[in-house]
């Protein structure tokens, strides 16, 4: 569990009363837990957590060949706010439109 869900799920929500919450509803703290909890004594850590904590989740990142790459355009303020009216992937659609073009270009 990462840290921000630890924090958060420490936060009680507002209309609950602690009276409410019954310990026995706890998830049962398993030998596989175990095996990959992070060891410490105060601030020496023994044995870091496998995964280790923040540790990238989500989606394994795109190989080399398919990541897109991150540039600077100056474009008009007219011409943006035309392409931002037009709705969310707007940017998908101005790669759209360059790659058809360089398409086209590179038949000729």
Request: glycine residues 6%.
């Amino acid at each position: 569990m990462s840290e921000r869900s630890i924090n958060s799920a420490a936060e009680e929500p507002e209309d609950c009363d602690p009276a409410d919450y019954d310990p026995d509803d706890a998830p049962e703290f398993t030998a596989e837990m175990a095996a990959r909890a992070q060891i410490a004594i105060g601030d020496k850590i023994i044995r870091e957590a496998d995964p280790p904590l923040g540790s990238r989740r989500g989606r394994p990142p795109k190989p080399e060949s398919e990541r897109k790459e991150l540039v600077s355009l100056r474009l008009s303020r007219d011409v943006v706010d035309w392409l931002r009216s037009t709705g969310p992937g707007w940017q998908t659609r101005v790669e759209a439109v360059l790659r058809a073009r360089m398409t086209a270009d590179s038949g000729e």
